[in-house]
Structures are given as structure tokens and as C-alpha cells.
């Protein structure tokens, strides 16, 4: 899925290049409500999640401001994403999640998106909830960068409610 690139009316989704996503995801406030990133970030996290070649780099008037990628995690596609700091509050991941459910349900194989997010980001749910994800649950999750258990809400979007909603 990554060798490709779409487009949406202000975005580039595009192959993720290392030095791109380093220079917004080393923030903690970004960090702080990412599962799987380690603080502090170095340019070698960077390089590792580059070469696993599941996500795409999110370019806005010339410039990568976040990453999102579908991955298998847990035997499940699980959608996740982040965006700088600088970046939110505009619609923009808005855009980037658009663009990317549509490419992931053409494989016919794929029945489901999973996602999630900590309870303390609301704002990672208006993304979800604005493109079909519903509530399916919470559970404790580790926080590598803060090393701590916090609830994550877990989150769904089936194929069938995705070809609901693209009628």
C-alpha cells in the first residue's frame, strides 16, 4: 500500500521518509499520547519505523507534518496516525484518514480497521468518529514514552459500515 501516493485536496500521502517524521514526532506532546514510541525519540526510532514500510508521510504545502499507517497489530489491520503539533486543529487528519480508508478496503481481504486512542485525547476520536469508526471498548494499554498504563478506548470500522457510508 505504501508505494503509493494519494491525494486529497491540501495533502500528499506518500511513502514515509525517517528524517521527514523525525523533525515533528520528536515533540512530547505528540509522543505523550502515542502507544509505541519511545521518549526521547531518536532519528534511529525514525529510520526503524521508515523501513517497516507501512505508513505514509503527510505532506502539507511541501512539508511532512505527520505519519499514518495500517499495520498488523494482535492479528488485527489497526489504523494509527499523528500529526505535529503545529498541524492541529485544521482538518488535516481528517483529510489523511479519508484518503487512506478508502485504499485499504479496495484489498478484499480486508474486513476490518481497528484504532484506538488514549481517553485523555478526545481529539484523536472526532478524527475517528467523523469517517465511521464506532466505540467497541476500553482497556489498559501501556504507554512506552511515559511508561504508564493509561485506558484506551478501542475503536472499529468494518467494510460493511464503510460501504454504508460511502453510498
Known amino acids: 500500500m505504501t508505494n503509493e501516493i494519494l491525494r486529497t485536496p491540501r495533502l ?7 528524517d521527514d517524521i523525525f523533525r515533528r ?9 502515542l502507544k509505541m514510541p519511545p521518549w526521547p525519540y531518536t532519528r ?8 517497516n514500510g507501512t505508513g505514509f508521510g ?8 505527520g505519519a499514518i499507517s495500517i499495520e498488523m497489530r494482535r ?10 503539533k503545529v498541524y492541529w486543529s485544521k482538518g488535516l487528519m481528517s483529510e489523511a484518514v479519508s484518503a487512506v480508508r478508502p485504499a485499504h478496503f479496495e484489498n478484499p481481504a480486508a474486513t476490518a480497521e481497528y484504532s ?8 484523536s476520536w472526532r478524527v475517528q468518529q467523523k469517517i465511521g469508526f464506532r466505540l467497541i471498548g476500553e482497556e489498559l ?5 511515559r511508561d504508564e498504563e493509561v485506558i484506551e478506548v478501542k475503536t472499529l470500522l468494518t467494510r460493511e459500515e464503510f460501504e454504508k457510508a460511502s453510498r
Open 12 to 18: 500528499v500521502l506518500r511513502p514515509v521518509c525517517a
Open 25 to 33: 514526532i520528536a515533540d512530547w506532546d505528540v509522543i505523550k499520547m
Open 44 to 51: 534511529d526510532h525514525a529510520v526503524q519505523f521508515a523501513s
Open 58 to 65: 503527510i505532506e502539507f504545502q511541501g512539508h511532512v507534518i
Open 75 to 84: 492479528q488485527k489491520e489497526t489504523l494509527g496516525y499523528w500529526l505535529g
Open 116 to 123: 484506538g486512542y488514549a481517553r485523555a485525547n478526545p481529539a
Open 141 to 145: 494499554t501501556h504507554i512506552f514514552s
